[in-house]
């Protein structure tokens, strides 16, 4: 069902600042910022900032899948409980959460769009 790790979002109650230690961490500033969310392509994977994320949650990982209404059926068929409805966020790109029997946030994202990109060593940043 999981085709692989594609984006990880973690709460940021200050975005400003978030955005700027990113920044700095990365290389490279964010493809997309705005007031709601900002992204920076990592590798060709998502790393997202969303001021309006639980910090006690922490950061969510979603795994990309084929079909999102699919996977949310399998996984609750497995044992989870329902978390954040499948959703379109826009441009075709569909996502949802389910919490494992175990209480884990689990995310799933179906983009048509991903493409896995091998990442340019020179632009990791300093935690390469």
Do not use: C
């Not at 079909?67 to 409980?81: H, I, P």
């Not at 379109?88 to 048509?112: F, K």
């Amino acid at each position: 069902m999981f085709l692989g790790i594609r984006t990880v979002v973690y709460p940021a109650s200050d975005l400003d600042e978030a955005t700027s230690w990113w920044t700095t961490v990365l290389g490279h500033g964010p493809y997309f910022h705005e007031s709601f969310y900002v992204g920076f392509n990592v590798g060709g994977y998502e790393l997202a900032l969303d001021p309006g994320a639980d910090l006690a949650r922490g950061p969510v990982v979603y795994w990309g899948v084929r079909n999102a209404d699919d996977a949310v059926r399998s996984l609750l068929a497995a044992g989870a409980k329902p978390g954040e409805p499948v959703r379109d966020v826009g441009d075709s790109i569909r996502l949802a959460t389910v919490v494992s029997p175990a209480g884990m946030t689990v995310g799933i994202i179906e983009n048509p769009h991903f493409e896995v990109v091998q990442a340019d060593e020179n632009s990791a940043g300093p935690g390469r």
